[in-house]
């Protein structure tokens, strides 16, 4: 609509400029294109994007490390020096521990969530980590705490946005979907651009890549992600937008399918199997080509056998 828009204001431009000055040149102000640059993390199978009209960007994810966090920095760079928006999707640690490297690099850019309950989501999940000891290779990125000063202050650099769209500078805007029931993880952010066609699932959406069904996701929370991805493919049915998942490569509407199919698969397996390892090898005989079986895999078998 936007782009559409445009055209008809220049036209009624051009039309207006010929009729009072015909000699005039014809000037053509050119709309930049916008551009979507995936970053495909060494760690995790996660996805970070830039999403950039040259006079700024807005960075979907973090990423889980501070090398993938800054070479999705490095990644912005080539794109503009223009102001950066980093939009964190939900509270989990492969998609905003990179958050410290990404501040090193852009000491301005917002970091930003679109509910209140994601920064908390966030919060909680860099405090229970640290609890369990796992970030105590990323001291960095533990909360900062009286006890803990040199920790990463999420509490100030998270921004929660009062509306439901980002803009990048030329005025080109994502709109930010983020009432989903909780699936995945508690909270989810998805984004569409209409410029680009470009829907942005955050970890709704995984491709060719084991999903996550580990601790936080109960029977429940997966069928409601079911749902949700039927959801998903009655939405977008006519735009067909390009699928930006959380994790593996772009793809088109019939990932959505496909993940509800492993869905149903991984909750029959694990209903079942007389061990972890028989799920796991199982699951694995499914999907061979599937990224992640060592964590992601392990995982979700490993929490779908507790609630059998
Ligand atoms: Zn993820």
Not at 227 to 232: N, P, W
Not at 240 to 255: E, F, K, M, Q
Not at 277 to 288: G, L, Q, R
Request: with cysteine; aromatic share 6%.
């Amino acid at each position: 609509m936007r782009t559409l828009a445009t055209a008809l204001a220049l036209a009624t431009l051009t039309a207006c400029g010929s009729a009072a000055a015909p000699h005039a040149p014809t000037a053509t102000p050119s709309v930049a294109p916008i551009t979507v640059t995936p970053y495909a993390a060494a760690e995790s199978n996660v996805n970070a994007y830039v999403v950039s009209d040259g006079q700024g960007a807005i960075v979907i994810d973090a990423t889980r490390t501070p090398a993938d966090g800054a070479a999705v920095a490095a990644l912005v760079a080539q794109r503009t020096t223009g102001p950066v928006t980093v939009l964190i999707t939900h509270g989990h640690p492969d998609h905003f521990l990179g958050l410290g490297a990404l501040r090193a690099a852009l000491p301005d850019a917002r970091f930003v969530v679109a509910r209140p309950e994601i920064k908390a989501d966030i919060i909680g999940m860099a405090t229970w980590m640290t609890a369990q000891g796992w970030l105590a290779q990323l001291p960095a990125m533990q909360p900062k705490t009286a006890a803990h000063p040199d920790g990463f202050d999420y509490a100030g650099q998270l921004e929660v946005l009062d509306a439901p769209t980002l803009a990048l500078p030329g005025g080109a805007a994502l709109a930010l979907t983020a009432d989903y029931p909780a699936t995945e993880a508690e909270h989810m952010t998805t984004a569409y651009s209409p410029d680009a066609n470009a829907l942005f699932t955050g970890d709704l959406a995984y491709h060719d890549v084991h999903l996550w069904l580990g601790v936080g996701v109960t029977r429940a929370s997966a069928a409601a992600w079911q749902t949700t991805l039927d959801g998903l493919g009655a939405t977008w049915g006519a735009r067909r937008p390009t699928v930006y998942p959380g994790h593996g490569a772009p793809a088109d509407l019939a990932v959505f399918a496909a993940d509800r199919a492993y869905i149903d698969d991984i909750l029959a397996v694990t209903a079942s199997a007389p061990s972890d390892e028989a799920a796991i090898a199982a699951m694995a005989a499914k999907y061979p080509e599937h990224a992640n079986r060592d964590f992601l895999l392990m995982m979700s078998v490993t929490n779908l056998r507790t609630q059998k």
